[in-house]
C-alpha cells in the first residue's frame, strides 16, 4: 500500500469540481462528485436527533445503494429549515441529474454551514449550471470548507488481483466535532467492486475505530455525513468477505479514513496542537477506546496542553470518569516518552525535556490500565483563546 498525491478524483472514473457561487463572501461554496457510472454506495450519519433537510434525503436516496452524484455547498447548513429545506435538498439534486444528464435518485447532497437560513435556491441553481465534469477537484475538496483552514485528503493506492486500485477521501471538520458514527463532512471514492452492503458494514465498522475517535468541541452536528463510492472500474473481481483481497482493500479504507480523522482533529477551530492518546492494557478495545476519547475530550486536558503544562492530574482524572469499569490501581500515564505517574504515585521527570515535548505540533499521551488486551486511539486539539473569538463571532 503506496500513499500518493491525488485528489477525490483520483480512481478511475471520478471527477469533481468546485467554485463561488455566492453563499461565502469570497471562498468557494459549491461543488459535485460524479463517477462515470452508478456506483455502490455507503454511508454514516449523525445521530443527534436534530438532523438537516440533506441528511433525511441523502440516508433515503441510499436505500438501493446506488449513487452516481453528490453535490454539496457550504456556507449554508440547510438545517432546521423544515419542509422548504427539504424541497431544496431535492431541487439541488434535481438540478444536478439535468446538468449530468442522469437520474435525480441517483444524486446524494450534502450541506454545511450556519443553521437556520433558507438556502437561496436561485443563487445556488446559477451555481450548479457552471459545474463542469472536467473541473477542477481541488476545487471540491475546498469548496466543502466552512472554518477549517486547509484542504484535508488522503489517497493511497495497491495492487489487488493484478490490478492498481486507489482510494481517495477528503473530508471538511473544524469545529463542532464530536461524531458518533459520522465525521463533519466526509467523502471516499475508490474504482474497487464491491458490493454496497459489504462496503457499509466495512464503513460502519471502521467509523468506529476512526472518525468516531475524534473530538474536538464536545459537538455533534446536525449535518454530520461520510459517504463512499465505489464504481467498479479497476474491474477487480468483486470482493468477498475473509478474502486477501477484501482485507488488503479495508486497510486502505482504514488508512485514509484516519489520516482524514486525524487532519480534522488537528485543524480544530483555534487548535495550535494536535492531541494523540493511545490506551493499553484495557478489559477490552471498547473501554480503551472509549477512556482515549474522553481524555482528549476533557476540556482541562485540552487546555493544559495548550498551555504547556504536563497536569497529568488532569488526564488521570478523565480515566477515571470515563464510565468504564476500569480500576485505577494498575494505571501509567506517559506524555510522549516520559512517564509522569505510576504505582498510584507521581514520577519525577526532566523539566526541560518534558519542557521540549510540549512545544512540538504533535503531543503523543499514553495510559496503560494493565488489566487487559483492549487497545484503542483517540485524536483531538487543545482548547485555544481563538476557539472562543472564532465561536463567538460565528454569525458575524
Avoid at 480503551?288 to 481524555?295: D, G, Q, S
Avoid at 487497545?375 to 487543545?382: E, F, K, P, R, Y
Wanted: overall charge negative.
Amino acid at each position: 500500500m503506496q500513499k500518493i498525491n491525488g485528489t477525490i478524483a483520483t480512481p478511475r472514473g471520478f471527477h469533481a469540481d468546485g467554485l463561488h457561487c455566492g453563499l461565502k463572501k469570497k471562498r468557494k461554496d459549491l461543488c459535485w462528485l460524479y463517477s462515470d457510472v452508478p456506483a455502490q454506495a455507503a454511508g454514516v450519519f449523525t445521530t443527534n436527533k436534530v438532523k438537516a433537510a440533506p441528511i433525511h434525503y441523502t440516508k433515503a436516496a441510499l436505500a438501493d445503494g446506488l449513487i452516481q452524484a453528490v453535490v454539496v455547498n457550504s456556507g449554508n447548513a440547510n438545517a432546521c429549515t423544515g419542509a422548504v429545506g427539504l424541497a431544496d435538498a431535492k431541487k439541488m439534486t434535481e438540478l444536478t441529474a439535468e446538468k449530468l444528464g442522469i437520474e435525480p435518485a441517483l444524486v446524494a447532497v450534502a450541506s454545511t454551514g450556519v443553521i437556520g437560513k433558507l438556502l437561496p435556491m436561485a443563487t445556488v441553481a446559477a451555481g450548479i449550471d457552471r459545474l463542469t465534469i472536467e473541473g477542477d477537484a481541488t476545487g471540491f475538496q475546498q469548496a466543502i470548507l466552512t472554518t477549517d483552514t486547509c484542504e484535508k485528503v488522503s489517497v493511497y493506492q495497491d495492487d489487488l488481483a493484478g490490478t492498481t486500485v486507489t482510494v481517495a477521501g477528503c473530508s471538511k471538520g473544524s469545529g463542532m466535532i464530536h461524531p458518533n458514527m459520522a465525521t463533519m463532512l466526509g467523502f471516499v471514492t475508490t474504482d474497487v467492486a464491491i458490493a454496497s452492503d459489504t462496503l457499509q458494514e466495512m464503513l460502519a465498522e471502521l467509523t468506529e475505530t476512526t472518525f468516531n475517535q475524534i473530538t474536538v468541541d464536545g459537538d455533534t452536528s446536525t449535518n454530520d455525513m461520510v459517504l463512499v463510492l465505489a464504481n467498479g472500474l479497476a474491474h477487480n473481481p468483486p470482493l468477498m468477505k475473509a478474502t486477501p483481497a477484501y482485507e488488503k482493500f479495508k486497510k486502505m479504507l482504514a488508512a485514509v479514513m484516519t489520516d482524514l480523522a486525524k487532519e480534522i482533529a488537528k485543524d480544530g477551530e483555534g487548535a495550535t496542537k494536535l492531541i494523540e492518546v493511545t490506551v493499553t492494557g484495557a478489559q477490552d478495545n471498547l473501554s480503551a477506546r472509549m477512556i482515549a476519547k474522553t481524555v482528549v475530550g476533557s476540556p482541562l486536558v485540552k487546555t493544559a496542553i495548550f498551555g504547556k503544562d504536563p497536569n497529568w492530574g488532569r488526564i488521570l482524572c478523565a480515566v477515571g470518569y470515563s464510565e468504564t469499569e476500569a480500576a485505577m490501581e494498575g494505571v501509567t500515564i506517559a506524555i510522549g516518552p516520559h512517564v509522569v505517574y505510576a504505582d498510584e504515585m507521581p514520577v519525577l521527570f526532566d523539566q526541560e525535556a518534558m519542557k521540549e515535548t510540549l512545544e512540538a505540533q504533535e503531543i503523543a499521551i499514553t495510559v496503560n490500565l494493565q488489566e487487559g488486551s483492549g487497545q484503542g486511539m483517540a485524536w483531538g486539539c487543545d482548547l485555544s483563546y481563538d476557539y472562543v473569538k472564532i465561536n463567538a463571532l460565528y454569525h458575524t
